[in-house]
């Protein structure tokens, strides 16, 4: 079981399954959504690495429900669930992940699960300033260009094959452990369909945010 609770503790949202992936990213797409989080709420903003917990998309558990919004920041970027009581980021399920999984990022909610350790860092070269040390294990190294923008989440044969390698790995974890998307309730677009008679984003046109830019 996962769960993704608001920092308000308002709004929450259960996955049946445990994280089956971890990966640890600096790309600008998602700095911005935590940033743009953090703006709305006026919380204090200090950019961190932000770890990705991929979870298979099946909610078995809401509250809250009246705070979650579908979100896009710009018009090629990931769509993802925020909860407007205190603008957190819940989960992103990105159109790239075929509704299998969703992400969410440690650093935008609450969290509670059984994380693995993070397999994968991206995008080290869009983080501002210097980062720690990867302390993780390699099943792939991916490097997302200097300018990500979300549209082409893997953008060279080098990442896709990374890339490829987690969602295998993602997939086996999940199949091994008897889950699926909404298997046990409902994936997140469901929801949000459920909710809003639609799981489509508002998208809000910001512009990109630059490589090195907090
Ligand atoms: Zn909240
Ligand atoms: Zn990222």
Redesign the pocket.
């Known amino acids: 079981m996962t769960t993704v609770t ?6 929450s949202l259960k996955f049946a399954a445990e994280p089956g992936v971890v990966a640890e990213c600096g790309c600008c797409d998602c700095r911005q959504k935590v940033r743009w989080a953090a703006a709305q709420a006026g919380r204090d903003w200090k950019p961190t690495l932000l770890t990705l917990n991929y979870v298979v998309d099946d909610v078995v558990g809401v509250t ?1 429900a009246e ?1 979650l919004r579908m979100v896009q920041l710009r018009n090629d970027g990931a769509e993802f669930i925020t ?6 980021v819940l989960a992103v399920p990105a159109g790239y992940y075929n509704g299998q999984f969703v992400a969410v990022f440690a650093q935008g909610c609450k969290l509670e699960c059984k994380a693995p350790t993070p397999t994968i860092r991206y995008s080290a070269s869009d983080f501002p300033g210097p980062l720690p040390p990867y302390e993780g294990e390699n099943i792939a190294v991916a490097l997302h260009p200097s300018k990500y923008r979300g549209a082409n989440p893997a953008g060279t044969t080098a990442e896709q094959t990374g890339v490829n390698a987690w969602v295998k790995h993602l997939r086996a974890s999940a199949v091994r452990e008897g889950h699926g998307p909404g298997k046990f309730g409902e994936t997140s677009r469901a929801l949000m369909t459920r909710l809003h008679g639609s799981s489509a984003a508002k998208v809000l046109g910001l512009t990109p945010l630059e490589p090195g830019i907090e």
């Open positions: 608001c920092i308000c503790g308002k709004t809250g705070n909860a407007v009581c205190c603008y957190s």
